[in-house]
């Protein structure tokens, strides 16, 4: 079983800043990419495809890419002597309001491949 956390969140006035973290733990045998998605609650991607969008990920070589609204305001950093990732967002907007969840992949101790989802974090950025 492989677990992933998000910690940080809540509500901050626009061009404010905010850090999100996120912890992959358990029976990890290598983590491949990790990254950000967010998943806007009553929007028809929500209701009808229940899909999640990028917002950033990272991969083990420190790698990034980053969803095009957010270029130049947030960046993803990892550390992988403990498995976390974080999102730095600067110059918060009321459209980065959204519920956030981390991912992780990689591949289990017993071989197997994974992907693992956090229970996400809401971010609400107030104008």
């Known amino acids: 079983q492989v677990e992933v956390v998000e910690s940080g969140g809540g509500l901050v006035q626009s061009g404010e800043a905010m850090t999100l973290s996120c912890a992959a733990s358990g029976a990890i045998l290598r983590l491949d990419a990790m990254g950000w998605y967010r998943q806007d609650p009553g929007t028809e991607r929500d209701i009808v495809l229940n899909a999640r969008d990028l917002v950033a990920s990272i991969n083990s070589d420190g790698s990034a890419r980053y969803r095009d609204s957010v270029k130049g305001r947030f960046t993803i950093t990892r550390d992988n002597a403990k498995n976390m990732i974080y999102l730095k967002m600067n110059n918060l907007q009321p459209e980065d309001t959204s519920l956030y969840y981390c991912?992780?992949?990689?591949?289990?101790?017993?071989?197997?491949?994974?992907?693992?989802w956090g229970p996400g974090v809401q971010v609400t950025v107030s104008s």
């Open positions: 991912q992780a992949d990689g591949r289990q101790t017993l071989g197997n491949s994974f992907v693992a």
